[in-house]
């Protein structure tokens, strides 16, 4: 069957259209061989003059056969046209239910204008958005069953969030049933996507269907999808929300009206269509502003219910616990004689044992705890954290857990990479968990050591090509600006870094010449580097800690071999004393504490010259108390040059040599369920990287 468009055939005669079986004869110049006896015609934008014929009979109140009563307002209309756009109307009109027949139908609970506004759209698909009509627009797409509108409706609440109506919102949402809103309104409150998003508004991006694959195809946030940096050009192109949400975009609006065309038919044969929506999927950046939500009048009007979702949330964006328990007693004293039955029940929710203890020692006389038997209970609970740190282990909990934006920013600094160093620092956001660059090195340093004091990164020796180095850098992250500092007494590389009660260790490695068992301290009010008591044996590539008061040196090499044996300096006394040794002999190893333990991970068991050297997955974890040495679980792959550091209640293994590669992999250890978990890659591959995490960096929106 040949497809031709009405226009494009030219006759000398109108009348003598053949259709198959007609009886009409032919142009005396038609060949009836060379004719198909069959053809079909289409009137193009047929259905778009039939829907504006409609629309000036609804003008002239012609044809009309139901009247629509809302309030004070009667509005005429068309059933087949109601019927075409609304599956409410549709079931209405269709059934056998009283109003199928009525000439004048009652609408209860609906806004007038609302109303009108959509019987006007299903005539002409046009409708325009206004912040003070919005909700009455979208209780009536809702109640009338209008998908399209009420997306529409969703999207434009979407771009009005800010922290004075986002709680607002996200009720509204709720009792309409839009999930999709009150999704977005509540991650607008709890959720912050921060490194290379600017902005602090919500976007709303329409895409079509091959669009969106490409922009969603990865939910673990680990490539460039996370940027979002989706140009306003073809927002207005494809989503046609422009002047103030008005739907003006012809194309679009023509399959909107072909759409309802073909539900007239299906109308007109007894049966409604039901219409699926259409592959637009919103993609939005929802920007953490608890801080400023609480400081809203409408946080202090939250109920209860509401209220416990917000402190429940470990995504909430705060920079301590101590941040939502001021929040908890603020929302309780606006209406106390009321709210103090909810008090039990909300407190539960804040992470009680990680507020300082000198709060909770004033939470336990305070008059609104000091009667109630159950937020005694937690407060004890607390105390007991604080009190009997080495049975921590067993006290673990959802209370005990810290929220993600408390937990601090991991940095990775500097490491061997494919370009023989990497300068470069990437930090790494749990929330998000998402790695960006965060700074540049002045120069290329390897087998270097970082500590970090008042939020700020000391970078201290390592080595420059065959050049060994004593020099001290600090790194601001916050004003990306370096300061030099005065240099050790020795140059070191393989050194281990850390801080102990307020100055800086550097412990070992190599001076170029031999291996070190010298130890260097730096004191940041003197700002002056002195000599301490020196190590047992001398180690470099050797992994060092702080636990319980104490500086732990853990294996390395010390010329001949690596090392099994650990031992740690006590800095009231200013000795050394020999530990338990590892199960297993490491160099380059990597080592952090955990809940009273300290571990150590990966590494290598000899010397690269050695041809039975092996790169190690081994984890060990060492008990003070008992002096014990215990196998957990093992890495994914071995890492050699393994940084390793707590950031929350978890160990992070970054990047590290495989024997073949420099990794930019990162896994996390959850010492609760002994596993380990694959985390965002770095963006570079990086071994010898010296990790560390900065508490507060913090970073508000408000």
């Known amino acids: 069957m040949e497809k031709v468009h009405l226009e494009s055939v030219q006759f000398t005669d109108c009348r003598v259209l053949r259709l198959s079986g007609a009886s009409h004869s032919l142009p005396p110049h038609c060949d009836m061989d060379s004719c198909s006896s069959e053809e079909f015609y289409q009137a193009v934008h047929h259905a778009e003059q039939t829907f504006r014929k409609m629309e000036s009979y609804l003008k002239q109140q012609q044809l009309c056969d139901v009247i629509l009563i809302a309030g004070d307002r009667k509005i005429p209309a068309h059933r087949l046209v109601l019927s075409s756009v609304s599956d409410y109307f549709a079931a209405m009109f269709t059934s056998d239910v009283c109003e199928a027949k009525q000439e004048e139908i009652k609408m209860e609970g609906i806004d007038p204008n609302a109303l009108w506004d959509l019987v006007q759209f299903a005539y002409t698909g046009c409708l325009e958005l206004k912040e003070d009509t919005i909700e009455n627009l979208l209780a009536a797409a809702c109640l009338l069953q209008l998908p399209q ?51 602090r508004k919500v976007k709303i991006i329409g895409l079509s269907t091959e669009i969106v694959k490409i922009f969603s195809s990865d939910e673990g946030h680990n490539n460039l999808t996370q940027r979002y940096h989706l140009e306003e050009e073809w927002l207005g192109s494809c989503s046609a929300e422009k002047n103030r949400g008005r739907l003006v975009n012809s194309q679009l609006n023509m399959i909107r009206v072909v759409e309802r065309a073909s539900v007239i038919l299906a109308c007109i044969s007894s049966s409604v269509v039901s219409r699926t929506r259409a592959g637009i999927v919103p993609l939005y950046s929802a920007l953490e502003n608890i801080m400023e939500v609480i400081r809203n009048q409408e946080f202090l009007l939250l109920p209860a219910e509401e209220l416990h979702k917000l402190l429940a949330s470990d995504d909430v ?19 106390m004689q009321r709210r103090c039955n909810d008090l039990s029940m909300l407190l539960a929710y804040i992470r009680l044992p990680l507020l300082p203890p000198q709060i909770l020692a004033d939470l336990e006389n305070h008059a609104l705890f000091k009667n109630d038997l159950e937020c005694q209970k937690l407060i004890l609970e607390a105390m007991k954290y604080h009190l ?51 700074g540049v090195m002045n120069g290329r340093r390897l087998q270097f050591g970082v500590a970090v004091i008042d939020d700020k990164l000391f970078v201290i020796g390592g080595r420059d090509g065959l050049k060994t180095l004593n020099t001290v850098e600090c790194y601001n992250p916050k004003t990306k600006a370096w300061t030099v500092l005065p240099p050790m007494s020795t140059h070191r590389h393989g050194l281990g870094v850390t801080v102990l009660e307020g100055p800086i260790y550097a412990v070992g490695g190599h001076d170029g010449w031999s291996y070190l ?82 571990y150590a991970v990966g590494g290598h068991d000899a010397p690269a010259s050695n041809h039975c050297s092996r790169l190690l997955d081994y984890v060990e974890r060492y008990d003070p108390k008992t002096d014990t040495w215990t196998m957990v679980a093992p890495l994914s792959m071995p890492r050699d040059a393994v940084g390793v550091c707590l950031l929350g209640d978890k160990l992070y293994a970054v990047g590290g040599y495989d024997g073949q590669s420099y990794l930019n992999t990162m896994e996390a250890y959850d010492p609760q369920t002994n596993e380990w978990t694959q985390m965002a890659s770095l963006n570079i591959g990086r071994a010898g990287a010296c990790v560390v995490v900065i508490k507060h960096d913090f970073v508000s929106t408000a």
């Open 517 to 598: 068992n010298t130890v260097e301290r730096w004191d940041p009010q003197s700002q002056q580097w002195t000599f301490v008591a020196s190590m047992s044996i001398a180690r470099s590539t050797v992994g060092v800690a702080a636990l319980n008061g104490k500086l732990y040196s853990v294996g390395g090499r010390d010329g001949s071999s690596c090392l099994s044996s650990m031992e740690y300096y006590d800095p009231h006394t200013n000795k050394w004393n020999m530990c338990a040794p590892m199960c297993k002999r490491r160099g380059g190893v990597g080592v952090a504490t955990c809940d009273g333990f300290l």
């Open 388 to 438: 009997l740190p080495e049975r921590r282990t067993l006290m673990q909990s959802p209370r005990t857990k810290p929220r993600k934006s408390t937990v601090g920013t991991l940095y990775a600094v500097g490491g061997m990479d494919n370009n023989k160093g990497a300068t470069t620092i990437e930090k790494y956001d749990l929330r998000t968990n998402i790695w960006i660059q965060a």
């Open 317 to 335: 964006n705060v920079p301590d616990e101590e941040t939502i328990f001021h929040a908890l007693m603020m929302w309780v004293k606006y209406d």
């Open 149 to 199: 509108v009420v997306e529409v409706c969703c999207h434009f609440l979407m771009k009005l969030l800010h922290p004075s109506n986002c709680l607002g919102i996200r009720a509204f949402a709720d009792a309409q049933g839009c999930t999709e809103l009150m999704k977005v309104a509540h991650n607008y409150t709890m959720w912050d996507c921060r490194g290379e998003l600017e902005a």
